[in-house]
């Protein structure tokens, strides 16, 4: 089972220079950015950020070309830069103009979901590493999310990025979303972030019937649960971890209290056990006048449960203002040297090309990327870059799109 660690250092100053001069690529990035072939103020009223090894941080940088773009990032050499907003005025001129003058415009709709918030459930990992198991946390998520942001919301513009250590990022460029303001982002996270409470310590009673964005995504989520929760994972195997995030999820007080004692008394029991333990507690504490209302409250806790431990849990800050910088794709994460490669189908952390391993590629193949590990990752974001143009340019102009991508 292959793990991605933290390497105690991340890529030098040099290792940098090599892979924004050779490898970064800029003009896909700017086409996707710009949504055209032909540069516009998506692109030229864009701020981007960089961070420094020394703990610098620049923001409003803004460029006017393709050409411009990589040679200032290249110039300047950062430890990685993030995207922002496309403002009214182009964000390098800020310090010339009156503050209350700039207006963010638009910016991607983008979502954020870290493997930090399964801690309470992953037993295989911790900390920053990662494997192909606790990796399972985040596929489900984000299947959860594709269906979500093109069923109920219609958007078909989006890619996943893995963040380079633990985690994915997903960008949505389709117009409506970009054109979303503050409010409108707030709404949509307060519709798909169900699981808002990161202790795991309370119970999730959830209103009944459910939702179809809930009915849908537990249809989604329980056939994995016995695999990823129960099995693999096992996380109340662990008593006191039982006691403090299983118990407190169950509906009845008397059941509780049956599971502490007999758990009490057969300490160790397995997650699988222990699940198969409630159902044959709750059959004891049924009456016979009650025993159909509390058989259904029992099976909707356990729905509950299946929900709180596998549908996606997001990081609110990233997607709720316009304004927010997020890390763009194919950076170097400065701890693990991974790149933050799209999320092609079958991804595991273990695939993402690490700078050192790209160096040595490039060397073996004369500096030919199409040789590298990189290369597969670069042909599905310049596809999904193609798409993205596709559909925002009007008719007039699709022709002469069209004879572009000849």
Known sequence: MATVNVTPSGPSSSDMEYYYRKLYPFADIYHWLNHSMTTSKDMTQREFAMAFRSGAYKRYNSYNSIQEFKQQIERANPDRFEIGAIYNKPPKERDSILKSEMKALEKELVFDIDMDD?????????????????????????????????????????????????????????????????????????????????????????????????????????????????????????????FATLLTALHDRSLMDSCRKYWTENPGRSSRQKWSDIDVLASSEVKANKRHDYLIKLKECKEDIILQTLYPKLDVEVTKQTIHLLKAPFCIHPATGNVCVPIVDGFEPSQAPKLIGLQEEMTEHNDNVKFTSLQKFLDYFEKYVNQVIEHNVDSGTKREYEELLK
């Not at 949509?188 to 009673?205: A, C, F, H, P, Q």
């Not at 537990?218 to 994995?224: C, F």
């Not at 994972?233 to 971890?241: F, K």
Request: a positive charge; glycine letters at 4%.
């Open 118 to 242: 399964y801690d309470s459930y992953r037993t295989c990992c911790t900390g920053a590493k990662v494997c192909s198991r606790c990796w399972k946390f985040i596929t489900l998520a984000m299947e959860v999310m594709n269906v979500t942001l093109s069923q109920d919301f219609g958007f078909k513009d989006f890619v996943w990025v893995f963040s380079g250590r633990r985690g994915a990022h997903c960008w949505i460029s389709d117009k409506r979303a970009r054109q979303m303001g503050d409010i409108q982002r707030r709404n949509i996270l307060d519709y798909v972030n169900v699981v808002r409470d990161r202790s795991n310590e309370k119970r999730l009673s959830l209103m009944r019937p459910y939702h179809p964005l809930l009915a849908r995504s537990l249809d989604l989520l329980k056939p994995h649960f016995a695999d990823i929760i129960l099995e693999e994972q096992d996380p109340w195997a662990d008593d006191a971890n039982a």
